[in-house]
């Protein structure tokens, strides 16, 4: 099945500077790739997500890269905010069977030093 | 609208003990997935359910189960309950499963003592 790494499992950045959180996955054919921020208390909830007929995708501070080849997704975090600080999980979705299965990855604790 | 309700917030259990969760998806999304989730072990699937089936199954043993309701409201039950079963439970509702954005509840928080 689809494995999906996630690196660093800890980061902490001064607030303004950027972060980036890399994933891989094994599994050539995922073709959808989200992002969930999760924080204290709070179940995870989606802030971004790309295809996989797509390169890159920006929501105002927030891009995400893939990068199909080497089969890996990257989030980017610009000006980072003490708001950032929360665990951030990728995942990849594949198509098996007739239906979608999504795997996701260890997680990434985020903390922005103000 | 509203959104993923969990029931209850916390749990606390003796081991031995069975235990049912209660999920309420988002109202059109026909898919439920569970998770546990535990320090430092990510998001664990349980399980999906589709239309009142189960289409998917991660690697747990057979006293997690889990069902769906015509309302697509689903439940988990953990019979048998072990102290490793402590955790953060969490279900995730969407439209179409794996390819659409998934809404999560808040969780239950399971203690086995």
């Known amino acids: 099945g689809e494995n999906v790494e996630q690196h660093p499992s800890t980061l902490s950045v001064q607030e303004g500077d950027s972060a980036v959180i890399k994933c891989t996955y094994s599994?050539?054919?995922?073709?959808?790739f989200p992002w969930y921020k999760q924080e204290l208390g709070k179940g995870p909830q989606l802030i971004i997500d790309?295809?996989?007929?797509?390169g890159e995708k920006k929501d105002q501070r927030i891009a995400v890269t893939l990068n199909k080849t080497a089969k890996h997704f990257s989030l980017h975090i610009t000006e980072t905010q003490p708001e950032d600080s929360a665990v951030y999980f990728c995942?990849?979705?594949?198509?098996?069977?007739?239906?979608?299965?999504?795997?996701f990855g260890t997680g990434t604790k985020l903390q922005v030093i103000p | 609208k509203a959104g993923v309700t969990q029931t209850p917030r916390y749990l606390i259990k003796t081991r031995g003990q069975q235990v049912t969760l209660s999920c309420s998806p988002i109202s059109g999304h026909r898919s439920v997935s569970w998770y546990q989730q535990t320090p430092g072990q990510g998001l664990q699937f349980l399980f999906e359910?589709?239309?009142?089936?189960?289409?998917n199954k991660g690697n747990f043993p057979g006293r997690f189960s889990g069902r769906q309701f015509s309302n697509s409201r689903s439940e988990m039950n953990v019979s048998t309950l072990e102290l490793g079963d402590s955790a953060l439970y969490l279900c995730?509702?969407?439209?179409?499963?794996?390819?659409?954005?998934?809404?999560f509840g808040q969780g239950t928080r399971l203690t086995v003592v």
């Open positions: 995730a509702s969407s439209y179409d499963g794996g390819n659409t954005e998934a809404f």
């Open positions: 995942a990849a979705s594949i198509r098996s069977g007739g239906y979608q299965k999504v795997t």
């Open positions: 359910y589709f239309s009142e089936t189960q289409r």
């Open positions: 599994d050539s054919a995922s073709n959808y």
């Open positions: 790309i295809r996989s007929n797509v």
